[in-house]
């Protein structure tokens, strides 16, 4: 008898424990193998056969596929610089350079990675269509309310992330730190 | 208390086996994973095109809404496959995913280096039994290898302005994803 209920309750415990962690493994993040440049994060791996389990049980559930390494590489914000998780209901400034490539492109998903509807019909920016100052940075201003200049709406939606895809570029698997791939600042202002 | 310790220590390994079988087996059990919601609209060894995502419909998440989109799901269980696409004005990719959505291959226009991208996909097996003549190993002939039968090849042109999407359209509809002629 004691023998019974201590299987049952080393069966549950196993049950509990195995699923608990792989659901939690699956839905809270990606830890292995990011390249993390100021508050964006990329996982050039994910792009190659060498993807890792993770990162493929992953992919296999929410049924996106990964930039391929031969084409780019994408880098995923879901805070700011200090960490403040981004805040739809705030003005968020994106300003800076990017790293070396030939195009790239930001764009703006809710946190399943569905794009965010909004009355201008805009969900992100190539980098042809961004207007420079005379010294080559940029000023993105990422938020609820119309701005003039280059504004990203947010559809004042609670959370979002900001995907920078860099496309023909040498950033990648060896890149380590931010003095080869200068990433734009993400600054948090004021919230309505 | 031993014994509650014994079978603790055994719940605990247990669990750690039941996390390991499932993070590795869910890829293949995956029933809404890419290569299904393209294979649930495309058939085989044909170039489609994919709608461009809005914030209600969309194929995949994650999708760049920059990008014109075709896809081929392709099958090479009858023999390789030729694929050819021309080049967009601003920026062209193909890249190839195994049949478990795995990136195993990507070229770009620039690396292709010229007006057009030709290849052909064929397994391993069927690289093998290719016969090595002159027209085999011409330098510029691109033959990309699939690790799997099935998998899929995914056409992208940017469209760096929205007055793009027209060229970049044209360009993915020319594409080309079909069975070799043997000969």
């Not at chain 2, 093998?128 to 003549?133: I, N, P, R, Y």
Request: glycine share 10%.
């Amino acid at each position: 008898m004691r023998l019974l209920f201590g299987a049952i309750f080393a069966l549950a415990i196993a049950a509990v424990l195995g699923l608990g962690t792989t659901w939690i493994a699956l839905t809270k993040g990606t830890a292995y193998g990011g390249v993390t440049i100021g508050a964006w994060t990329a996982w050039p791996k994910n792009g190659t056969a060498g993807i890792d389990p993770y990162a493929r049980a992953i992919v296999a559930r929410t049924g996106e596929l990964p930039v391929g390494s031969g084409d780019g590489i994408a880098f995923h914000a879901y805070s700011d610089d200090t960490g403040q998780p981004l805040d739809g209901r705030c003005n968020v400034l994106v300003s800076g350079i990017t790293p070396q490539a030939r195009f790239w492109t930001l764009t703006l998903y809710d946190p399943q990675g569905r794009l965010v509807a909004n009355s201008v019909l805009r969900q992100g920016f190539t980098s042809q269509e961004i207007i420079r100052k005379s010294n080559g940075t940029f000023d993105i201003i990422v938020g609820p309310r119309a701005r003039p200049g280059n504004w990203l709406p947010t559809g004042g939606v609670e959370r979002y992330q900001l995907v920078l895809r860099l496309y023909d570029t040498p950033i990648g698997m060896a890149t380590r730190a931010g003095r080869e791939a200068p990433m734009p600042a993400i600054r948090q202002g004021g919230c309505q | 208390m031993i014994r509650l310790g014994l079978w603790l220590l055994g719940a605990l390994l247990l669990g750690g086996i039941v996390h390991l079988a499932t993070v590795l087996l869910l890829p293949s059990m995956a029933s809404h994973d890419a290569y299904a919601r393209v294979a649930a609209f495309a058939p085989a060894n044909a170039v489609v095109p994919v709608p461009a995502p809005t914030p209600d419909r969309a194929l995949m998440p994650f999708m760049d809404p920059a990008f014109a989109v075709s896809v081929c799901r392709y099958d090479l269980t009858r023999g390789p496959l030729k694929f050819s696409v021309p080049i967009s004005q601003a920026y062209t990719s193909v890249s190839f995913y195994t049949r478990s959505d795995i990136a195993y291959y990507a070229i770009n226009d620039r690396a292709a280096g010229r007006r057009v991208i030709e290849l052909d996909l064929m397994t391993n097996a069927q690289r093998a039994d290719l016969q090595d003549t002159e027209e085999m190993t011409r330098a510029d002939r691109l033959i990309v290898t699939s690790p799997t039968n099935n998998g899929l090849i995914v056409i992208r042109a940017l469209t760096p302005e929205p007055g793009w999407l027209p060229a970049a359209r044209a360009a993915l509809t020319a594409a080309q994803c079909r069975p070799q002629t043997l000969g």
